[in-house]
């Protein structure tokens, strides 16, 4: 873009001091100028609008997604409320999400959707809560039964979220889920920075 004006300016100048060698009048040479400077203006403001493409770019949308899965561990039950830990990233773009504490927190403000669903054997209890900072926001249950053998549930959630902010799942006091790579999973995703 600054290529073609800078062409069209020096292709201008040219002409004009061309037109300049038949006819000496000043009249000439100052439209001349007027022309030259007009044509510097736009090549200013382009360079500007130029500037500002670029600083938009830079403020380009983040990505934000993870998906993690149980993993190895113990899986419950323990006797208290226990920050549940996803050990397997199954995907972690822009690493908002860490396996190692089962802790999520926003790397922008914005809205995000987070889901969580378990598998579990039926003897047991599952009580899964998914929290923002300390405020419990959604959760999943089921109760134990001696004739059912296994449970599924879930949940999901759009959440407003400051940068910072720490979203986790708890695993109920004496409740459990089924452990492995493939049935219990929580997941993220930042839908639109605000
Ligand atoms: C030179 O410029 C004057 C003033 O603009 C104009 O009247 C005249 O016709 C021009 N002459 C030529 C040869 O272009
Ligand atoms: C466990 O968490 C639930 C849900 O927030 C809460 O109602 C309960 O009091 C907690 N129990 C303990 C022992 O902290």
């Known amino acids: 873009m600054r290529l073609t004006i800078v062409l069209i300016v020096?292709?201008?100048?040219g002409l004009i001091l061309?037109?300049?060698?038949?006819?000496?009048?000043?009249?000439?040479?100052c439209n001349a100028c007027e022309v030259?400077?007009?044509?510097?203006?736009?090549?200013?403001?382009?360079?500007?609008?130029?500037?500002?493409?670029?600083e938009l770019k830079s403020k380009e949308k983040k990505t934000v997604i993870f998906s993690a899965a149980t993993g190895g561990g113990k899986c419950?039950?323990?006797?208290?409320?226990?920050?549940?830990?996803?050990?397997?990233?199954?995907?972690?773009?822009?690493?908002?999400y860490s396996p190692s504490t089962g802790v999520f927190?926003?790397?922008v403000a914005g809205v995000?959707?987070?889901?969580?669903?378990?598998?579990?054997?039926?003897?047991?209890?599952?009580?899964?809560?998914?929290?923002?900072?300390?405020?419990l926001v959604v959760m999943t249950q089921e109760h134990p039964s001696t004739f059912d053998t296994a449970d599924n549930g879930g949940n999901a959630v759009f959440?407003?979220?400051?940068?910072?902010?720490?979203?986790?799942?708890?695993?109920?006091?004496n409740t459990h889920v089924w452990g492995?790579?493939?049935?219990?999973?929580?997941?993220?995703?930042l839908v639109t920075e605000m």
Do not use: C
Request: proline share 2%; glycine share 8%.
């Open 180 to 189: 492995g790579d493939y049935h219990t999973t929580f997941s993220g995703f």
């Open 105 to 107: 927190v926003a790397p």
């Open 159 to 173: 959440l407003q979220l400051v940068q910072g902010d720490q979203v986790y799942v708890q695993l109920g006091a």
């Open 36 to 54: 030259i400077e007009k044509l510097k203006a736009m090549e200013t403001r382009l360079k500007e609008s130029e500037n500002q493409i670029l």
């Open 76 to 96: 419950g039950p323990f006797n208290t409320n226990t920050t549940f830990i996803y050990r397997t990233a199954i995907t972690n773009i822009g690493d908002a």
């Open 18 to 29: 061309a037109q300049d060698d038949d006819n000496a009048s000043g009249t000439q040479s």
């Open 10 to 13: 020096s292709l201008f100048s």
């Open 112 to 135: 995000y959707y987070f889901t969580i669903f378990f598998h579990a054997g039926g003897k047991y209890a599952t009580l899964l809560w998914l929290y923002k900072n300390n405020e």
